[in-house]
């Protein structure tokens, strides 16, 4: 029985599309609706320390998540138990890792249909989580 699922929050018109495929083929499942806060889209490089990022930075970032998990929960409707967690990291590693360590049942995450140098530009690879998570993981188009 799956108890809770993830569903990796980047903006992405795929995102609602997979929250509502999880509520769907998860009744009663707890929706994780997690977004990663990528330091290297502050405009420092991928290796600068999460330190040398801005606090005003951070929390229009931050702010930016908010918007996107209320606009999200508003198009998937009540009734569902829904947590939101924002993390900062590498987007792939950080959605991997958090299922690893939460007790996450299954990722469901929008496909981002982008290849080559856009995929590795955006740093969210949904091939690279199937890959690399423990749980199973289903890519929603």
């Known amino acids: 029985m799956t ?11 795929q995102v609602a599309t997979a929250a509502t495929f999880g509520i769907e083929n998860f009744p009663g ?20 320390s999460v330190s040398s990022v801005s606090d005003e930075w951070y929390e229009e970032q ?14 998937i409707g009540d009734g569902n138990s829904i947590d939101r967690v924002v993390e900062m990291g590498r987007p792939n590693a950080t959605i991997v890792n958090y299922a690893e360590d ?17 995929r590795l530009l955006l740093d969210c690879d949904p091939e690279d ?7 199973p993981v289903t890519v929603v188009r």
């Open 102 to 118: 939460n007790d996450i049942d299954q990722i469901v995450m929008g496909s981002q249909d982008q290849s080559g140098v856009s």
């Open 62 to 75: 931050q702010a930016e998540a908010r918007e996107r998990f209320d606009e999200l929960e508003a198009s």
């Open 129 to 135: 989580v199937v890959r690399r998570a423990t749980v």
């Open 3 to 13: 108890r809770r699922i993830l569903v990796p929050v980047d903006g992405s018109e």
């Open 29 to 48: 499942a707890t929706v994780v609706l997690f977004h990663v806060i990528n330091p290297s889209e502050s405009g420092y490089s991928a290796k600068a």
